[in-house]
């Protein structure tokens, strides 16, 4: 046998076999997904450890353990970066929310419960760095076109995360997003709050527990047989002023 063949049928032996087409484009999308994602995510931590001023895209590469070529190549500047960590965000706190309240026991599948797993939403990382975005965008040119409609698209996504859960409910069509718009408010107040001192002297709790208080006189709890099947809605303006 010849020095030649037998190096051949050496390469040959250790030659891999030809992947099909489709699977090496799905393989190639699968990286391009899985790099994307760790940029995003990446940049959620920036704007939270380092906030708006110092995320930078050389940091966020970093963190995300790619290359800045590979960072370049799929957001070329910091506000696309931070455009697409947006959508991200705002998809994820939807998932997070609505597999969340999918897993409660029967019995936490009420109005008390979703408001609990809307408070833990708005503590978390993602909601704080939507947070951040909103605050910075005040001073920011460029990042107020961005953000400026970063508070209605959230009371969107609680609304439509609301209508699935409590669909049944006798509200008034222009009650719900009012009432929501104020939950949302409140919320971000006791957000900025906790992300100060964590709730060390519980005062946003007492505020929470008063808030489920007043929603499960509104909203009656499905589980509950012997509550009626409406409730009506406080009336503040009727109420007699003091003596």
């Known amino acids: 046998m010849s020095r030649s063949y037998r190096r051949s049928v050496s390469v040959s032996a250790r030659r891999r076999p030809s992947r099909r087409r489709g699977e090496s484009r799905r393989t190639q999308e699968e990286r391009r997904t899985r790099t ?29 353990g790619v290359s800045r ?10 506000m696309v970066l931070v455009a697409a960590a947006l959508e991200h965000l705002l998809e994820r706190q939807r998932l997070a929310y609505e597999s969340a309240f999918a897993v409660l026991p029967p019995e936490r599948r009420n109005v008390e419960g979703a408001l609990d797993l809307l408070w833990e939403v708005f ?39 609301f209508e699935r859960l409590f669909p049944r409910n006798e509200l008034p069509d222009d ?34 527990t008063q808030v489920k208080s007043i929603a499960r006189m509104i ?23 003091p003596a």
């Open 36 to 64: 994307q994602r760790l940029l995003l995510d990446a940049t959620m931590e920036c704007l939270v450890d380092l906030g708006w001023s110092g995320t930078s895209t050389t940091e966020v590469a970093r963190r995300a």
């Open 69 to 78: 070529g590979a960072q370049q190549h799929h957001y070329p500047t910091k």
């Open 123 to 161: 503590r978390g990382r993602p909601a704080r760095a939507l947070l951040e975005l909103a605050v910075a965008a005040r001073t920011d040119d460029d990042l107020r076109v961005l953000c400026r409609d970063i508070n209605e698209r959230i009371l969107q996504v609680i609304l439509e995360v």
């Open 175 to 208: 009650f719900v997003p009012t009432m929501l718009r104020g939950v949302f408010a409140m919320f971000i107040g006791l957000s900025v709050q906790n992300a100060l001192d964590d709730d060390a002297r519980g005062h946003q709790q007492a505020v929470l």
């Open 219 to 241: 909203i009656p709890d499905p589980n509950d047989s012997g509550r009626a099947a409406t409730c009506p809605i406080p009336d503040v303006a009727a109420r007699p002023g």
